[in-house]
Every structure is written in structure tokens, then in C-alpha cells.
């Protein structure tokens, strides 16, 4: 028996042996000057299997911050950061805001149950109705679907992913300038962007003419972003007059619009009047989608609270529209969350709270008016020169100064004033 296993082990051990030579050789003819390539995880001091990648450079944005947060000088300014600020610089929680959280932690039959895929439903009703008014026929005919997303950007992306599966134009037209985001988001979505002239450097207003000609050779049918209020970055919009023209130009080319509606009562302190652009747009069976956030005009930033509203031509549609939607959310990031929603909700529910909102919002609307107003007059007290009245002409809490990079630099470097080198 002894003598018959060790035959047995002999024989495996000369099977293992010739493997290993087969081996080997395999590899030295693969391989002559490395015999043996060890696993890119081998070892304790190998290479990351992401060594590869480079350095992302800084967000051109929150890049400003990072520098100002560096800064040590106890008189540092950032006037880039996109958030409200009090004159002590701090973010402002409302206090409508508060007292709603209040109400919701103190009812004890909340749960934290999953959201639909569409989201808080009451949330999603109210949204719509700020947004199209409360006598909106579109609303009253049930062509609108509202569906909760994470904030404007959000809103934006699951438009975009929506248009680029089910559009037959996928390509959008954005205003040079715009918001530094708008590309990525909506090319990342599946769109082709393209430009149409907005901003008129010159006169620091807008370019009409430029905006009228291109969106009057874009193909029929394409989609236009539109900044309902408020233009990121520029702070020009254009007149109710021009809006109509707009409005009329992409009616006749039947092209789509896509509204960033981000500081609706933010800019004017109005809510209904920051909307007017979108209602005008809507109105008559007008078919768009709106990108609806709560960042600003709530001051919900870190809450993540938005909507995206479609206009359809029938209820039909819409409903059809709403089943698509869930198709592209639930494999994005399956349901939205609920506190923030919750909140915005039982503001705008509530008619005692709904009217705090609005004084407060328009609190802030009026400081940044008259913090612009401030600004104009002290650049003309102190003669600088040039002409500084698109300070005033503008709106919301975005300005082109006219500045250019080397200015920028310079007011960083010796006063400790922080924004994007672009002015």
C-alpha cells in the first residue's frame, strides 16, 4: 500500500512539474524578458490600477471657494459662490423654512418610507401650480406631468436623458454664455449642443438681433434652453416684449423649449412675474418642459429639492410622457428623497406660510436690488471709469462686471476679493 502511494504522488508530482515547465516556456515566448508578469493588484507595493488617471482640474466655480477658504486675510470676500449670503456672509436658513421643518419633525406619523419614482405627489401638484399659475388651463386639463428630481440640475438631466431616448431633434441650442454646467449636464444626457448668441459684451446687455438670427437657422424642430429669469451668468433678460417675439420665432420653426427656471421670486421678489416667461410660452397649448428649483428661492441648497415639469397637448400624452420619465429615474438614482420635498410642500400648502415665503423672498429680492444700487453709486462717487449702469440694468444675484482675467487677478491678489476669472 505504501509502496502504492508513493508511486501515485510520484506521478502527480511529475504531471505538476511538466505543467509547470509547459508553462514556463509559454511564457518566456510571450514574455522573454519577464518571465513571470505579476497581477496589477500582486504585492503590496504595486502600481494602483488607477494610477493612470490624471489630476481633474478644479471646478472653475467652487475652485474660487477652495482659494478663498486657503486665504488667511481677515478681510477675504467671495462674491462667487452661487448662494445667498447675510452681511455677515453667512447662509441664511428662512425662517418659514424652519418652522415647516419644525412642523414635520413634530408630526409623529411621518415615516421614512420610499417616495414614488415621480416623487412626493403633493409636492409635484404644488410645483406646477407655482410654476403655471393657479388658473393654468394646462394644469385644469391635466397635460402637465411634474415629476420630483434633485434640484434644477437634476431636473435638467432627466430632461435631457428623456429628450435624447424620445425626441427626434436631439440637438439643444444654449445661450453663449450660460450657467458653466448647462453643456456637461445636457451633453452627458445624450444631447448635441450647440450655441445661439446672447450676451452683447459691448453694451453688457442683450444681443436681440444675434439671438433672433440664430435661433432663426437652427433646424426645424430643434430644442432652445431658456433661463426663465435671472440669466446665470449674465443677470440680462430680455423684455416681455421680446420674450413675445421669442416666443413667436420658435412657434414657427416649431422649436422645442427647455427652461432652466431656477429663480422664480428670486429675481424680481415676484413670483408670478418671474414666471410670466414660462406662462407666455405655455399658454395656448404650447408644449416645453421646465427645469424648477428651490435652491435659491426657499434657500433649500444642500436640501436638493426640484421638479420637472412637461407641458403636453393632451392628457393623454402627458400620461404617456410621465410612464417614460419613471423609466429614466429608476435606474438613475431609483427615488428622490423626501425631506426637502416635504418641506417646500407644506410651505406652499399652508396660505399663513405661503405669504411668510413670499415676504422673505421678496426681503432678499429687494437687498440684492439695493445692494446693486450700492454698488453703482459708489463706482460713480469714486469716478472709475467707464459706464457701470448694467450694474442696476441687470437682475438677480449674477452680474457680468466686464472685467477681464488680468483685473480679476488683480483684485484678488491685493484686496482679497474672490470670483470666477471671467468677470
Not at 4 to 24: E, I, K, V
Not at 240 to 263: C, G, T, V
Request: proline content about 5%; glycine content about 8%; some cysteine.
Amino acid at each position: 500500500m505504501e509502496r502504492l502511494m508513493a508511486s501515485s504522488l510520484s506521478l502527480t508530482d511529475r504531471r505538476f512539474n511538466a505543467l509547470l515547465r509547459h508553462l514556463s516556456l509559454l511564457m518566456d515566448s510571450l514574455h522573454p524578458n519577464d518571465a513571470i508578469l505579476a497581477s496589477p493588484t500582486s504585492g503590496l507595493h504595486a502600481d494602483s490600477v488607477f494610477a493612470h488617471l490624471h489630476r481633474a482640474p478644479e471646478d472653475p466655480i467652487l475652485g474660487v471657494t477652495v482659494a478663498y477658504n486657503k486665504d488667511p486675510s481677515p478681510v477675504k470676500v467671495n462674491v462667487g459662490v452661487g448662494s445667498y449670503r447675510t452681511d455677515e456672509g453667512k447662509p441664511l436658513v428662512l425662517n418659514v423654512v424652519r418652522q415647516a421643518e419644525q412642523k414635520l419633525v413634530n408630526d409623529r406619523s411621518r415615516v421614512k418610507e420610499y417616495l414614488p419614482i415621480v416623487g412626493l405627489a403633493e409636492f409635484n401638484k404644488l410645483s406646477a401650480k407655482l410654476l403655471l399659475g393657479a388658473d393654468s388651463p394646462a394644469i385644469r386639463e391635466n397635460r402637465v406631468t411634474t415629476v420630483q428630481c434633485l434640484s434644477g440640475t437634476g431636473s435638467l438631466r432627466v430632461g435631457g436623458e428623456f429628450l435624447a431616448r424620445h425626441y427626434h431633434q436631439p440637438t439643444i441650442y444654449i445661450p453663449q454664455p450660460t450657467w458653466g454646467y448647462h453643456p456637461k449636464v445636457l451633453a452627458g444626457a445624450g444631447l448635441s449642443v450647440k450655441t445661439y448668441r446672447y450676451y452683447d459684451p459691448a453694451t453688457r446687455g442683450l444681443n436681440f438681433q444675434g439671438l433672433l438670427e440664430d435661433l432663426g437657422s437652427a433646424p426645424s424642430g430643434a430644442i432652445v434652453l431658456l433661463h426663465a429669469c435671472a440669466h446665470n451668468p449674465t443677470g440680462v433678460d430680455p423684455t416681455i416684449q421680446q420674450w413675445d417675439q421669442i416666443r413667436q420665432l420658435m412657434r414657427s420653426k416649431e422649436l422645442l423649449p427647455f427652461f432652466d427656471n431656477a429663480y422664480q421670486g428670486f429675481a424680481s421678489g415676484d413670483l408670478d412675474a418671474d414666471a410670466e416667461s414660462v406662462r407666455m410660452f405655455a399658454a395656448n397649448g404650447g408644449e416645453c418642459l421646465v427645469a424648477q428649483s428651490y435652491a435659491k428661492n426657499m434657500g433649500l441648497y444642500g436640501e436638493r429639492v426640484g421638479a420637472l415639469s412637461i407641458v403636453c397637448k393632451t392628457a393623454d400624452v402627458a400620461s404617456r410622457v410621465e410612464s417614460q420619465l419613471k423609466l429614466v429615474i429608476r435606474p438613475m438614482y431609483s427615488v428622490p428623497p423626501i425631506h426637502g420635498a416635504s418641506i417646500a410642500a407644506t410651505i406652499l400648502k399652508d396660505r399663513d406660510m405661503y405669504n411668510e415665503w413670499t415676504i422673505e423672498l421678496k426681503a432678499m429680492a429687494d437687498r440684492i436690488i439695493s445692494m446693486r444700487q450700492q454698488l453703482f453709486d459708489a463706482l460713480r462717487a469714486r469716478g472709475t471709469p467707464g459706464d457701470w449702469s448694467h450694474v442696476i440694468k441687470q437682475i438677480g444675484m449674477f452680474t457680468f462686471t466686464g472685467l477681464n482675467s488680468e483685473q480679476v487677478a488683480f483684485m484678488t491678489r491685493e484686496y482679497h476679493i474672490y470670483m470666477t476669472s471671467d468677470g
